[in-house]
């Protein structure tokens, strides 16, 4: 908790002004309507389902059965909010020298919001209802028509289609593509380059999907509603597509491809990640410190100026007063060891050499005894340093 100064500094003043304006800008009312039917359903329910008996619709009547909205009305000025918020320690001071922009930016306004509307009379709704009684009950009339038309009207196989082809505006599919593929090893892969298929599923949804579909025309255009029932089939499956309402619709989304076909199909990994790992595996592997010193130390691998053998030559030489060739004639047992960090290697590797699909495989497939043979030249020789040992 927070203790409030009674003789605030002049710079407190100037934080409690902008943290009001900035809540003035920032306090979306018409949102925080939105925010608190997604967020305090069972208490919006209540409360619309109270206004509707208070208006004389039947008992029975559910809040999502009538179009409604609802209004967000502020009780006390911002500057009360700021002084609640920093008793209750919503806010800190340092969130008040801020101007309250990250208080807002982050949720926490609506956050506290939501727990001290009512408690501490900051805020209070009105249910404006969008149809009278008549309208309602005509509308309710044209949902029972829908409903026993339901099936005839349904084109299963187009809306699978249809959404499948606009999936991006479906962010719940989108989700669910995501999840699937990346759970099967599928981590880059994308809507565009994967097979898979969506199968909707409405039974037992009809008068559900009746009901928002009636609510979608009363919304965009409530003369339909008043011309008896008709719907054909396309203007049905087009409304049934739309994003709001499909949100609603019982789906599900298999992906069709695993981590083979998908690969081979598409001749790019499927996932970088696991691509690097399978790199440095396959480098770890590979590696045997006296192979590899063996294949550094060979007198025809000594003109390349990058053999870290070579380097380490030359300068032991240097310490002993020798020349190349002397150090060279002595007998020695030279062990190569990995320097650096590895994965930088495969990254490397995987963006130049190894990015095409073909050879990425083929360097996977390699035998041991071949790929040891990979660290006499760059960029593998730049991870590697020697010992040498006089024997």
């Known amino acids: 908790m927070v203790t409030l100064r009674k003789n605030r500094t002049e710079d407190v003043v100037d934080h409690y002004k902008e943290a009001e304006l900035n809540l003035v800008r920032g306090f979306d009312l018409k949102d925080f309507s939105?925010?608190?039917?997604?967020?305090?359903?069972?208490?919006?329910?209540?409360?619309?389902?109270?206004?509707?008996?208070?208006?004389?619709?039947?008992?029975?009547?559910?809040?999502?059965?009538?179009?409604?909205?609802?209004?967000?009305?502020?009780?006390?000025?911002?500057?009360?909010?700021?002084?609640?918020?920093?008793?209750?320690?919503?806010i800190l001071e340092a969130d008040l020298e801020d101007g309250l922009r990250d208080f807002i930016r982050t949720g926490r306004a609506y956050k506290m919001a939501i727990k001290e509307w009512d408690k501490s009379g900051l805020l209070e709704f009105e249910v404006v209802l969008n149809e009278d009684m008549s309208s309602w009950e005509n509308r309710m009339n044209y949902t029972e028509h829908l409903v026993d038309s339901f099936h005839d009207l349904l084109d299963i196989l187009r809306v699978n289609a249809t959404v499948k082809e606009n999936i991006e505006i479906y962010p719940e599919l989108e989700s669910m593509f995501y999840d699937l593929t990346r759970e099967i090893g599928l981590e880059d892969a994308t809507v565009r380059d994967t097979q898979y298929k969506v199968e909707v599923n409405v039974n037992g949804q009809e008068e559900e999907l009746a009901i928002l579909i009636t609510l979608l025309l009363n919304i965009n255009d409530p003369e339909k509603l008043n011309q008896g029932f008709q719907m054909n089939s396309n203007d049905f499956n087009t409304l049934l597509c739309i994003p709001s309402l499909f949100a609603k619709v019982n789906k599900r989304l298999t992906v069709l491809d695993d981590v083979l076909s998908w690969e081979e199909r598409n001749q790019r990994v499927s996932s970088?990640?696991?691509?690097?790992?399978?790199?440095?595996?396959?480098?770890?592997?590979?590696?045997?410190?006296?192979?590899?010193?063996?294949?550094?130390?060979?007198?025809?691998?000594?003109a390349d100026a990058e053999n870290p053998y070579f380097a380490k030559v030359v300068s032991m030489a240097e310490e002993e007063g020798l020349s190349v060739e002397q150090f060279l004639a002595k007998r020695q047992v030279v062990t190569a060891k990995l320097k650096g960090d590895l994965s930088e290697l495969c990254e490397e590797l995987l963006n130049s050499e190894l990015s095409n699909y073909a050879q990425y495989k083929g360097f996977l497939s390699t035998p041991t005894n071949e790929v040891q043979r990979f660290w006499l030249k760059n960029p593998y020789m730049k991870f590697i340093d020697v010992d040498v040992k006089m024997v």
Do not use: C
Request: proline letters at 2%; aromatic letters at 12%.
């Open 272 to 302: 970088k990640r696991k691509a690097l790992e399978r790199i440095q595996r396959k480098l770890e592997e590979s590696f045997e410190s006296v192979v590899v010193g063996a294949y550094l130390s060979n007198a025809d691998n000594l």
């Open 34 to 90: 939105s925010f608190m039917i997604e967020n305090a359903p069972n208490k919006i329910k209540e409360l619309v389902e109270e206004y509707l008996r208070e208006q004389g619709f039947p008992k029975e009547v559910r809040w999502s059965d009538v179009d409604w909205h609802l209004k967000t009305i502020q009780k006390k000025d911002f500057k009360e909010w700021i002084d609640l918020g920093l008793e209750q320690g919503y």
